[in-house]
Structures are given as structure tokens and as C-alpha cells.
């Protein structure tokens, strides 16, 4: 049986050793992740969790806040348009993860957009998505 330590220095070594192969790379990337704190029915996000790097701006930053179940993924269409995820896969209610341009769930491999659309199932119902809104420094994810 192996151990927790040995386990995840083999899939470390697994995701570097893989990294030539182009599908593989994604699955071992990060999303960059931020907490928030609510207040009143809305989430603040600043813009700038995008655009740290103005070299390669992020498409997605996951947002958490410690009362609700599941992380919020929130995508970047435009530097004024963004679109809220509900990180919970509509099949069978596990997390989802989610990828510069898509979310997929581990436990079944359903697959969504970057809009929370289903593109491939079993999941036959699309993801819970939050309206938003912008200010010259600010994104607020309307609970």
C-alpha cells in the first residue's frame, strides 16, 4: 500500500514527466484562486485577479466564500463581460473543475463550456450561472 507522501510525489512526477503531452498539461495546471467575503447578496472581485499579468491575462479565477458549499468559477469574456459559475455538476452534485475554457466533473466526466453549457454528459442540465456586474476596478457576482 502506498502512502499519502509517496502518492503525491509520483503524480507530481507523473504531471512533469507528462508535460510534452498536450491534453495532459492542462489537467495539471492551477486556477488562480481568491476568497471573498460576502457582503449583503453579492460577491466583490477585484480586476485585477485577471490582469496581474498584463502579458497573459487569466480567463478564469475561482472565487471562495467560506458560507456557500461550492466555489464560484468566474470566466472573463471581455474586459467588462464576465459570467459566474456554480461549481457543482448538475449529475450527481460534485465539484466540478474548471480549466481556462472549460469545467469538467472527476467523478463522471460530464463537461461544460466556458458558460456553464453542457458539452458533453451524463449531465443533461447546464450550470448554475450568477449575473454580474462591473466598475472601473471591480467585478460583483449577484448571489
Known amino acids: 500500500m502506498m502512502d499519502r507522501n509517496a502518492f503525491l510525489k509520483l503524480m507530481g512526477g507523473t504531471c512533469l514527466a507528462a508535460s510534452g503531452i498536450p491534453g495532459f498539461l492542462t489537467s495539471c495546471t492551477t486556477v488562480h484562486r481568491v476568497r471573498v467575503i460576502a457582503r449583503g447578496n453579492k460577491l466583490t472581485v477585484?480586476?485585477?485577479?485577471?490582469?496581474?499579468?498584463?502579458?497573459?491575462?487569466?480567463?478564469?479565477?475561482?472565487?471562495?466564500?467560506?458560507?456557500?458549499?461550492?466555489?464560484?468559477?468566474?470566466?472573463?469574456?471581455?474586459?467588462?463581460?464576465?459570467?459566474g459559475l456554480w461549481m457543482e455538476c448538475t449529475h450527481k452534485g460534485c465539484e466540478v473543475k474548471a480549466q481556462p475554457d472549460y469545467l469538467v466533473c472527476p467523478c463522471h466526466g460530464s463537461e461544460y463550456d466556458a458558460?456553464?453549457?453542457?458539452?458533453?454528459?451524463?449531465?443533461e442540465a447546464n450550470l448554475k450561472s450568477f449575473s454580474t456586474s462591473t466598475d472601473h476596478e471591480n467585478i460583483y457576482i449577484h448571489l
Do not use: C, H, M, W
Not at 471562495?64 to 468559477?73: M, T, Y
Not at 458558460?115 to 449531465?123: F, R, S
Open 115 to 123: 458558460k456553464g453549457n453542457v458539452i458533453q454528459g451524463p449531465a
Open 46 to 83: 477585484s480586476k485585477q485577479e485577471f490582469t496581474e499579468d498584463p502579458e497573459k491575462p487569466r480567463a478564469v479565477v475561482l472565487v471562495r466564500e467560506v458560507s456557500l458549499a461550492f466555489p464560484i468559477a468566474l470566466y472573463r469574456s471581455t474586459a467588462d463581460d464576465y459570467i
